[in-house]
């Protein structure tokens, strides 16, 4: 099972180049490691892993798990064009990451009346740094999760 | 890949260590904050002391440092008035009514043992959380206000207009009642809430806060040998909160 995802992550990591939808600067994004699942599943499925997850932590107060919102700003928002200062948002424009989408699906989402759609930085949030979400990451996979 | 086992095994050594110290030695930050993927529990029981001789009439320290925390006052429109902006903390004088003394003190959600505000809520939006903090399910609010009308302190506010740029780790919005959460994202890391650490580095110290569950700690010790009390104990709800010198 562990080698399979190991064998899963790295086909996703060397998988070739396509050009981006969005101005994602996909050197940093890969920097950071592959993302919580494959893109076809986060596709997919991403409210159902936001949704559960919320309830965990709201009610139960676990932290540091798997999905995380705060986690997805923070490495999918995207500069905003047009701002005097540069701006990373995952709503804002047509080209941002969250609206982007939402917007070609005429899907209406909430999430950001409450939530923070533009990044905060290590220590906001639970994506904390890079080497938490790493290591975060390869326990998850040790125990077996998708 | 190697890079990944490193941090993994880097996080399994703290892990280690942090349950190696915790139940001997008292290093307070350790003991306190809860292992990633870990939930709350039941053995603990956040609560507060303030020390009304020790807060300063003059001082809104702590309603400033909360307000800063949870980004209450960003985004917020001048439309509004200003007795129904949300506030999770505010100033209060009591006076004697006989004597006329006077003290100044803190007052926020008292996090209930038995709250009211989690008994009247229609949607289960309101509740207790294992450690005794008293939230909002901003996600089930429906903002009908019940928990306003039952809180005895009125430690509650409703979010009347649109809230924009909010903290990452404190997200509210539109339609939904709000109240302290003892910064419990705060007290997840294993650090104290915001008007705790603002109060102290004020010089004052007029508001302690641990675990009143753990005998050893200090806040324990201080309500088993000092005369604290809650506020409207007749009431029977058990309040986290206690207050020394009224």
Redesign the interface.
């Known amino acids: 099972m562990l080698a399979v995802l ?1 064998l899963l992550a790295l086909f996703w990591l060397l998988r070739p180049a396509v050009p981006a939808a969005q101005p994602l600067d996909l050197a940093a994004a890969r920097a950071q ?1 592959p993302c919580v699942a494959a893109p076809a599943e986060i596709r997919r499925n991403h409210p159902d892993l936001l949704r559960h997850q ?3 932590t ?8 798997r999905a995380s919102l ?1 986690a997805c ?1 923070n490495c999918h928002a995207t500069p905003l064009e047009g701002g005097a200062t540069p701006v990373r948002s995952v709503l804002g424009g047509p080209q941002q990451f969250c609206q982007g989408c939402h917007t070609v699906a005429a899907v209406k989402f909430d999430c950001f ?4 759609a ?3 930085g290590p220590g ?2 639970a994506s904390g740094s890079v ?2 979400a ?6 998850i996979r ?1 125990e077996g999760a998708p | 890949m190697t890079s990944n086992r490193r941090a993994w095994l880097t996080g399994s050594a703290a892990a280690a260590l942090g349950v190696a110290i915790a139940p001997g030695i008292r290093l307070i930050e350790v003991a306190q904050a809860r292992a990633s993927g870990e939930a709350a529990s039941t053995k603990v029981r956040w609560g507060l002391l303030i020390d009304t001789s020790k807060c300063d009439s003059g001082c809104d320290a702590c309603v400033k440092a909360c307000s800063d925390e949870n980004g209450l006052q960003v985004g917020t429109g001048a439309a509004i008035e200003d007795r129904q902006r949300p506030q999770w903390i505010r100033k209060v004088m009591l006076t004697e009514v006989k004597t006329g003394r006077q003290a100044s003190a803190p007052m926020m959600c008292q996090h209930c043992a038995e709250p009211p505000c989690v008994d009247v809520c229609p949607t289960g939006a309101s509740f207790k959380r294992a450690d005794g903090i008293v939230l909002v399910d901003r996600h089930a609010c429906i903002g009908c206000r019940y928990c306003m009308m039952a809180c005895p302190y009125k430690a509650r506010s409703f979010v009347h207009e649109p809230v924009t740029n909010q903290r990452a780790q404190v997200p509210r919005g539109q339609g939904c009642v709000e109240s302290c959460t003892l910064c419990v994202h705060r007290v997840d890391r294993g650090e104290h809430p915001a008007c705790v650490e603002t109060c102290a580095a004020a010089g004052r110290g007029a508001i302690l806060f641990g675990d009143l569950n753990d005998a050893n700690s200090e806040i324990a010790r201080r309500v088993r040998e000092l005369a604290t009390q809650q506020l409207r104990a007749d009431l029977g709800l058990d309040p986290g909160v206690r207050y020394q010198g009224l």
């Open positions: 190991v490691g919320r309830d965990l709201v009610r139960d107060g676990v932290r540091g798990a705060a700003v009346e409450c939530h923070a533009v990044p905060q906001h949030g080497t938490a790493l290591s975060r990451r390869t326990t040790s």
